[in-house]
């Protein structure tokens, strides 16, 4: 499952919580450390770069919030980051520099890279986004299986699986990702650096690095 590994999705120079994946392998072990990391993470921010609003948000100066978002710690939004009209923000978030949240965009316990875009009716909940990852307008992360087991990652090319001992996993999305609109990425989703994926799909499993996705049975390189 070498695919799956955090160093093979992120480069981890593009966000604040770089120290979170510090000796972790897999993305999914960081999802129930965020709300701790968030909260000691907050206490050592520079105070003349950003604002804590309440107990546990910290906004940075320089960021810009619509009075119309609902923001609900803890949460940390970077530098330049634009959160637009009525997103709603439900706590454990780190939103990086850059990063786009739009109008009625869900976010719960959820790490976004600098530069990352979810601007138009998306939800997103117990995912990491790489660098430059984009959701097209309507897509989302579904985060827990139907049968409300435990989510497994699957290895589409080999079979292999993983159990990640979590009942809520959405999509761990690699570096410089497009994920056209109106897709559901279902639980346990992997999708590899610098990947398309076609607008109305259903994804499961691992999806390759460098790859366009046009359905479960069409995977291509990217030439």
Same mark, same amino acid.
């Given at each position: ?22 000796? $972790? ?26 604002? =804590? ?5 910290? $906004? @940075? ?7 119309? #978002? ?56 117990? &995912? +990491?986004?790489?660098?430059? &990852?984009?959701?097209? #307008? ?7 299986? &139907? ?9 589409? =090319?080999?079979?292999?699986?993983? =159990? ?14 497009? +994920? ?20 109305? @799909? ?8 460098? &790859? ?12």
């Amino acid at each position: 499952m070498e695919q799956c590994k955090i160093e093979r999705l992120y480069n981890l120079e593009h966000t604040i919580a770089k120290s979170l994946f510090q000796n $972790i392998e897999y993305p999914w072990e960081i999802l129930p450390k965020i709300n701790e990391y968030i909260l000691e993470l907050g206490k050592t921010l520079n105070k003349d770069e950003y604002d =804590q609003i309440e107990e546990d948000i910290w $906004i @940075s100066k320089t960021a810009k919030v619509a009075k119309t #978002a609902y923001i609900k710690g803890p949460v940390i939004i970077c530098e330049n980051a634009e959160i637009r009209h009525c997103a709603f923000i439900r706590g454990n978030v780190i939103i990086g520099k850059n990063a786009v949240v739009g109008n009625s965009t869900e976010l719960k316990n959820v790490i976004l890279f600098d530069n990352v875009q979810v601007p138009h009716y998306n939800y997103v909940g117990d &995912s +990491i986004l790489g660098y430059k &990852s984009h959701m097209g #307008a309507g897509s989302i992360t579904s985060n827990v299986k &139907s049968d409300k087991k435990l989510v497994i990652i699957k290895n589409n =090319q080999t079979g292999n699986t993983i =159990q990640t001992n979590l009942k809520k996993v959405g999509a761990l999305i690699g570096d410089n990702v497009e +994920i056209g609109c109106n897709s559901v990425l279902n639980p346990g989703t992997i999708i590899g650096k610098n990947t398309n994926i076609y607008p109305l @799909s259903s994804v499961r499993g691992t999806i390759p690095q460098n &790859s366009i996705y046009k359905n479960q049975n069409e995977i291509v390189n990217k030439i």
